[in-house]
Each structure stands twice: as structure tokens, then as C-alpha cells.
């Protein structure tokens, strides 16, 4: 049996997490509190070997991952821009209310990247790794959105919000699939949602 392990950890907070705002694929950097919370996801991720550390291009999932990386004594081996965040178009920076209404169409924002497109995109990028790095453990940091559509496809589950910086384990086996064992760091029961 040849199990690729995954390390799926949503990047640390930023400012438009802390206000609300819709951040999407937009650039944001992290704020003290979101490196802080890089910084405090070693203690966990430590109690595992990783052979590779990868993570979105975006700046946010970039510098969680720079630091995480550092705090296990690893380097960062790319940025994979199949991990970016759910596009948002015209919805990106705002915050619940009016204007964001305006904006909803079923199943998400007008000029929105669509829900399937985004847990397409994220599951091919995590399948392209797993066979890259068969038989390893990779340290995967992305964003919520992309993390949760892509299990959810991977699974069958419908899983709640991704939390900033907690460990998301997940197993890939060439012939039976994804099993996702941790999510939000607690353990998951098979056939139960989480």
C-alpha cells in the first residue's frame, strides 16, 4: 500500500479575515496574529515527519508556509498556483450586507470562480502531488475555501469552515482514494460529517 500523507493547513489570519471581508484571490498579507498562528501550527506539525513543504503563490499561504517551514528546520521546495484561493471577482473586499448581496447568484457571486471549478483546480493540484511525492508526506498551505471544496469532492463529506492554521491530515492512496483523518486537528469518524 502506498499512502501519500497531507498536511492541508489553511494560511494564518490576515486583516480581511479579522473584518470579514471576502478575501478570495486577492493579495493579502498576513497580520501579527495569522504569524503568530504559523509559528504556534509547528508545535503540531512537529510531532510528524514531512518530506516536502508546497504552498499556494499567494502571499498569505506563502509566508505561513516560509514560516512553518523555518520552525521544522525545512525549506518551502514551490509555490503551486493550482492552490490559490477561490476567485470572488467583483465580491473580493467586501463585507456581509447590501452591497455583497447585490452581488450573490445561486451557488455564489456574479464573475465568481464556481464552487466545482475551485474543487476541480484544488484536487487535480493535490492529486499532482500526491503522485509526485507517492509513498511521502507533503505540508500543504492553502486557503479554506480551496481546502474544504476539494475534500469535500475528495470525500463525499460536506465539511464546515477550514480554521486558520490547524492541521488538516489527509491520506492518498493510488486506488482507493482520499480519507481525510484529522480535520480542524480533531479526529473524524468514518461515515459521520464533520
Not at 494564518?12 to 478575501?23: H, Y
Not at 509559528?39 to 512553518?68: F, M, Q
Not at 452581488?103 to 484536487?123: C, H, V
Request: charged content about 25%; proline content about 4%; overall charge negative.
Amino acid at each position: 500500500m502506498t499512502l501519500t500523507t497531507f498536511a492541508l493547513v489553511r494560511h494564518g489570519q490576515t486583516d480581511w479575515n479579522a473584518q470579514r471581508r471576502l478575501q478570495g484571490s486577492t493579495d493579502i498579507p498576513l497580520n501579527d496574529v495569522g504569524r503568530g498562528q504559523a509559528r504556534d501550527a509547528v508545535a503540531v506539525l512537529s510531532a510528524y515527519e514531512w518530506d516536502a513543504v508546497v504552498s499556494s503563490p499567494l502571499g498569505r499561504a506563502a509566508e505561513t508556509a516560509d514560516l512553518i517551514a523555518a520552525g521544522l528546520g525545512l525549506s518551502v521546495s514551490r509555490r503551486v498556483p493550482g492552490l490559490i484561493e477561490r476567485g470572488y471577482g467583483k465580491a473580493e473586499g467586501l463585507q456581509d450586507g447590501p452591497e455583497l448581496n447585490a452581488l450573490r447568484i445561486p451557488g455564489g457571486f456574479e464573475g465568481a470562480e464556481t464552487e466545482e471549478a475551485t474543487a476541480a483546480r484544488g484536487l487535480a493540484a493535490l492529486e499532482s502531488l500526491a503522485e509526485e511525492y507517492r509513498g511521502r508526506r507533503v505540508l500543504v498551505v492553502s486557503h479554506g475555501t480551496l481546502i474544504r471544496l476539494a475534500m469535500d469532492r475528495a470525500t463525499g463529506r460536506t465539511l464546515p469552515s477550514v480554521e486558520n492554521a490547524a492541521l488538516n491530515l489527509a491520506h492518498h492512496h493510488p486506488v482507493d482514494g482520499w480519507e481525510l483523518e484529522l480535520f480542524n486537528g480533531e479526529p473524524l469518524l468514518a461515515g459521520v460529517d464533520a
